[in-house]
Nanobody, 126 residues
Framework: QVQLVESGGGSVQAGGSLRLSCAAS????????MGWFRQAPGKEREGVAA????????YYADSVEGRFTISQDNAKKTLYLQMNSLKPEDTAMYYC???????????????????WGQGTQVTVSS
């Protein structure tokens, strides 16, 4: 049974930084992709960043490229999302997800991910 537990969300002012963590249990690193997604009220869930856990290849949404960094600690089975230069439009519930595909054609598509965490709230004030 794969379990994903996010932490690190909070409230910050625009321009600030946060680091999200996702602790994974029951998931075998190196066999698929993990990603961060977000969903704001009234909006669809969107992909933010993804990483192929074996090769380490990363993917980012255009809206966060250059500001967010996804990384992994295989030994700790933990996924991270470093978020810098935060903007009010980054406000959302952030979810960690894991999927079985080593390199999906659409790494930021939520439908490609099988396991989801419960989410952590990020609020950015102007």
């Amino acid at each position: 049974q794969v379990q994903l537990v996010e932490s690190g969300g909070g409230s910050v002012q625009a321009g600030g930084s946060l680091r999200l963590s996702c602790a994974a249990s029951g998931y075998t690193y190196g066999t698929g992709c993990m990603g961060w997604f977000r969903q704001a009220p009234g909006k669809e869930r969107e992909g933010v960043a993804a990483i192929v856990t074996g090769a380490g290849s990363t993917y980012y949404a255009d809206s966060v490229e250059g500001r967010f960094t996804i990384s992994q600690d295989n030994a700790k089975k933990t996924l991270y999302l470093q978020m810098n230069s935060l903007k009010p439009e980054d406000t959302a519930m952030y979810y960690c997800a894991a999927g079985p595909y080593p390199s999906p054609l659409a790494p930021l598509l939520p439908a490609n991910y099988q396991y989801w965490g419960q989410g952590t709230q990020v609020t950015v004030s102007s």
